[in-house]
């Protein structure tokens, strides 16, 4: 078989690059020999797919491939930029996996001293930078499965005839698994699906509610809950303490529960963020503590910024044989060469670069907690400040005012019920804040996250995020930077809720919607006359109104932005109103919105009433047309209707009839006579009726003031400015109503001769119909040329 040939395609994805590199020198370094390539019969079938049809793929073509999938099109913005910081150290790691398969092909004996030379390394080198003397290691691609290999090896050593007798054991004498109320969502039920255990075999350990952190285990409660499941003849049998809880970093009082345990007999397993920190020179008491413990699951890849590099759980057994029917052994050679990208990394890292990597994610957190610390109205809720790599904060403002509402202290340690709509408030806004602060500063690597207690809160952890995007201490600057920044709208914006609330409410035609998704000012609807407020239905006419109105908005040009939605709790449309961050008039704003609301509506009803009455007015002026044509035909004669006779007959003796015509009141619905103009153009040449009044009002502003801003002059510049943002609008409605007034209609010849009669649909009659089918044009009809 010929050797295809090997495209040169240019692989933008540095990554696939560097990786394709690595794997090809490390081919040509480990391969003795080339690979004997078989000749095979080509399977010819029309249902083979294209991409394995033939010879198939180079290489490079397959990368290419892969490269596209990965990035998509080119049009698209790229979701993350974790591929694009890898490092050196994560080749290695990729580079390990493509050995590793590669390393499975050796022979038997080869490969069991390389993997057991792979293991026994990593497990070393893990344990003595972590300081967990005398452990082994299990390494599992899932960060519970260590955990439940440990509830196996708990069970095994607990209830000596389990393995004979199975769960007949387990149901003479329960065993209960001890976890926090902080610990992560869902680990309970995962053990207990893994173990077969049902689920009263959980329980679950309350957190501190009086002293101490409220996300730290309730050392006391658990003592108490221990005896009692003794005395119910149950077995204490594993507790999970935290070493840096899933949602704040917090750590359990390890070495208390190390005492318990020892007490109880009960096997005491450690699992948290803090872990990291046991590499550091100084390490606080209560993470030294975990180095006592049974056992602890640690994720070395994203504290190193290792992709796909398995997670860790160290332990200490001396019988062999129970940990290989646990599952934590294996004589596999593929579960020992699951350390390989791990015993690669660590060894291009050394322990200067391991040690380095993580009290940089230290600093990181402590720099953005001694920011944080200066910054009014943002309240860190981590206490253990020296021994939590994890920054937990959140937004929060004393409110004074008259009002009681306004009295409140939206403090986070405040119990819900006592807060109400304001802590809801808050926990809106810091939602807001901590998704503004992802798009501005991304490598931060920043989480929301909504806690029982405290509420919505903006987590910071650098050991699972700085190493991999690479996150520097002037990228934590520019995040204190961006929080000071959105600190004005946040406070402006909870301030002005609750009076837009009640102005909205004290307005007839407006409805309040409360939406708790939304973080602006108010949410608000506007009920036109048939508006039905017991369906739950879109409602067209109110859509309408409230895409006008949201133009007009808009085109105010003022800081406030605006949105049309349906509402929280049906398909009816709303505004949606943005946020603040100056003081804006709330009683401005609701009024211009109302003004301008019924102004849509009464212009809308207005446009479908003219098309009504224009209709009507063409008919009746057809038949005063047609009658006026009849008139004149009885008084001029038959004589005169004949072309040619008619005209010498005109010129010998020309009559001297009045033209007269109909004008159409677009105002009143009513044809009138069109005398009176003809007499005013009789008076005197260029002499125009007087104008219709209209009622132009016009606003005045201070110079640079926009619309909905306070003056800065108090009350009496306010009363002279009233609120007529809404003025343009009124000016072209009047216009509308009021310019185009008059439609006339006269009788004419066919030559322009006012003797001769007309048709019944003559070009006055047909400009009114268009008026009729367009009546936002409003055509003005001409008068005819005898008359100019």
């Not at 990208?341 to 940089?360: A, C, F, M, N, T």
């Not at 808050?426 to 931060?444: A, H, T, Y």
């Amino acid at each position: 078989m010929e050797r295809k040939q090997t495209k040169h395609l240019l692989i933008a994805d540095p990554t696939l690059a560097e990786m394709g590199k690595n794997l090809k020198e490390a081919m040509k370094m480990t391969e003795a020999t080339l690979l004997n390539e078989e000749n095979g019969k080509k399977v010819v079938s029309g249902d083979i797919p294209g991409p394995l049809q033939g010879s198939g793929q180079d290489m490079v073509s397959i990368l290419q491939l892969v490269q596209n999938l990965m990035h998509g099109d080119e049009d698209e913005e790229p979701q993350s930029t974790r591929i694009q910081n890898i490092g050196e150290q994560g080749h290695m790691a990729l580079l390990g996996h493509s050995l590793g398969a590669y390393i499975s092909t050796l022979d038997k004996e080869k490969l069991r001293k390389l993997t057991t030379r792979i293991l026994s390394d990593t497990t070393l080198w893990l344990c003595r930078i972590f300081r967990y003397e005398n452990g082994c290691a299990y390494f599992h691609e899932e960060e519970r499965e260590g955990l439940a290999k440990i509830c196996r090896l708990a069970i095994h050593s607990r209830y000596e005839d389990f393995v004979v007798d199975g769960f007949d054991v387990l149901y003479n004498k329960k065993p209960v698994i001890y976890l926090s109320a902080a610990a992560r969502p869902g680990l309970g039920q995962y053990l207990c699906n893994q173990l077969g255990l049902p689920f009263p075999c959980l329980c679950r350990v309350p957190c501190n509610t009086m002293f101490g952190s409220q996300h730290q285990m309730d050392v006391a409660f658990l003592e108490k809950l221990i005896k009692d499941d003794i005395e119910r003849g149950r077995l204490p049998l594993l507790l999970v303490a935290n070493a840096g809880t899933v949602a704040v970093g917090h750590t359990d009082k390890i070495g208390r529960l190390k005492e318990l345990c020892d007490q109880y007999g009960i096997w005491l397993h450690v699992e948290g963020v803090n872990l990291a920190t046991l590499a550091l020179g100084y390490v606080s008491s209560s993470v030294l503590a975990a180095t006592k413990c049974d056992s602890m699951t640690m994720t070395p890849g994203p504290w190193l910024g290792l992709p796909a590099v398995p997670a860790v759980t160290l332990y200490k057994h001396d019988d062999p044989a129970l940990t290989l029917v646990a599952g934590l052994t294996s004589n596999k050679p593929a579960d020992k060469l699951r350390a390989l990208p791990l015993w690669l990394s660590l060894q291009y890292l050394g322990l200067d670069g391991i040690v380095e990597r993580i009290k940089h994610a230290c600093q990181l957190s402590q720099r953005l907690q001694e920011n944080l610390k200066k910054v009014n109205h943002i309240k860190l809720l981590v206490e253990d400040e020296l021994s939590s790599p994890v920054v937990v904060f959140r937004f929060f403002q004393e409110l004074t005012g008259s009002d009681p509402v306004f009295k409140a202290v939206l403090a986070p340690n405040m119990a819900p019920p006592t807060v109400g709509r304001e802590r809801h408030s808050c926990d809106v806004l810091n939602r807001w804040l901590g998704e503004q602060l992802k798009q501005l500063v991304p490598v931060s690597g920043l989480t929301v996250m909504d806690l029982e207690v405290e509420g919505t809160c903006v987590r910071f952890s650098p050991l699972m995020t700085a190493a991999v995007l690479g996150t520097r201490g002037e990228d934590v600057d520019q995040l204190v930077a961006c929080i000071q920044s959105k600190l004005p709208v946040l406070t402006c914006t909870l301030q002005l809720r609750e009076e837009f609330k009640q102005e909205v409410e004290g307005t007839a035609g407006l409805l309040y919607v409360d939406d708790p998704n939304w973080p602006g000012i108010g949410v608000v609807r506007y009920e036109h006359a048939n508006d039905d407020k017991s369906s739950l239905k879109s409602d067209p006419e109110g859509e309408k109104i409230h895409a006008g109105l949201l133009k007009k908005l808009n085109e105010l040009e003022s800081d406030l932005t605006f949105k049309m939605g349906p509402e929280y709790k049906s398909m009816k449309s709303c505004l949606y109103i943005g946020m603040t961050s100056d003081d804006t008039d709330i009683s401005e704003l609701v009024e211009t919105i109302v003004v301008t609301a019924r102004e849509i509506e009464e212009n809308s009803r207005l446009l479908e009433n003219m098309t009504e009455v224009v209709r009507k007015g063409i008919q009746e002026a057809q038949v005063e047309l047609q009658k006026a044509n009849e008139e004149r035909l009885l008084e001029e004669g038959v004589l005169r209707q004949i072309p040619v006779v008619g005209s010498v007959l005109n010129w010998f003796s020309p009559v001297q009839a009045l033209q007269k015509g109909r004008t159409f009141n677009l105002t009143a619905g009513s044809l009138e006579s069109t005398e009176p103009i003809y007499v005013y153009k009789a008076q005197g040449a260029g002499v125009t009726p007087p104008p219709t009044p209209s009622s132009i009002r016009t606003k005045q502003k201070l110079p640079g003031q926009k619309p909905f801003k306070r003056s800065l002059r108090g009350s009496d510049a306010l009363s002279e400015t009233s609120s007529v943002s809404h003025i343009e609008d009124l000016e072209k409605v009047e216009q509308l109503s009021g310019g185009p007034e008059h439609i006339t209609l006269e009788a004419t010849s066919p030559e322009g001769h006012p003797g001769a009669p007309t048709p019944q649909k003559d070009d006055q009659t047909e400009a009114l119909q268009k008026a009729a089918q367009h009546p936002d044009d409003h055509p003005q009809v001409e008068e005819p040329e005898s008359l100019r």
